[in-house]
T-cell receptor, first 113, second 108 residues
């Protein structure tokens, strides 16, 4: 199993541009999450999904959108990028929310200039 | 919202030392996680606790539900233990609330 994969690893955007961060897991997990990590801060939840077709907002959803058309994929869309969205983005998954371990992707480092 | 506080923020130890990282939280939880973030950025789960104590190799995690406190201990520390250690709690629901992390440097 590849686990949780994210692309791209790095990206520089100009203000106002849009992009999609890709996240795929091959473990057949129902629960998937998008977090952002800012320097010196804890990870913050952007959006999560409890299964295909079901998504919900987390703590910091503004400026982002998600979709979950399949169990495997959970892309995060940034519309009209702003410098405040400069961060490291992590995707994570687990089969059930009471499960022991949350599996994280390697992260995407995004800079908006 | 459940506030998660970790201490210390930064920690430097010599190889072989016993290390303790603390985590306190403000409201009831269903579980507490300890995570490790390597210098390259990857995050791995170390433990999930809902009560008592767990041990894996040189790592020991404890939780006191009444005091809303958890500790992560590393025995016989080694330079490869250098990483950021993150405490996260699960209130009721699907998501985790994360602490800011403790940056550990173990020197030879």
């Amino acid at each position: 199993n590849a686990g949780v994969t994210q692309t791209p690893k790095f990206r520089i955007l100009k203000i106002g541009q849009s992009m999609t961060l890709q996240c795929t897991q091959d473990m057949n997990h129902n629960y998937m999450y998008w977090y952002r990590q800012d320097p010196g801060m804890g990870l913050k939840l952007i959006y999560y999904s409890v299964g295909a077709g079901i998504t919900d907002k987390g703590e910091v959803p503004n400026g982002y959108n998600v979709s979950r058309s399949t169990t495997e994929d959970f892309p995060l869309r940034l519309e009209l990028a702003a410098p405040s969205q400069t961060s490291v983005y992590f995707c994570a998954s687990l089969p059930e929310y009471t499960y022991n371990e949350q599996f994280f992707g390697p992260g995407t480092r995004l800079t908006v200039l | 919202k459940n506030e998660v506080e970790q201490s210390p923020q930064n920690l430097t130890a010599q190889e072989g030392e016993f290390i303790t990282i603390n985590c306190s939280y403000s409201v009831g939880i269903s579980a507490l996680h300890w995570l490790q973030q390597h210098p390259g950025g990857g995050i791995v789960s170390l433990f999930m606790l809902s009560s008592g104590k767990k041990k894996h190799g040189r790592l020991i995690a404890t939780i006191n539900i009444q005091e809303k406190h958890s500790s992560l201990h590393i025995t016989a520390s080694h330079p490869r233990d250098s990483a950021v250690y993150i405490c996260a709690v699960r209130p009721s629901g699907y998501a985790l609330n994360f602490g800011k992390g403790t940056s550990l440097l173990v020197t030879p």
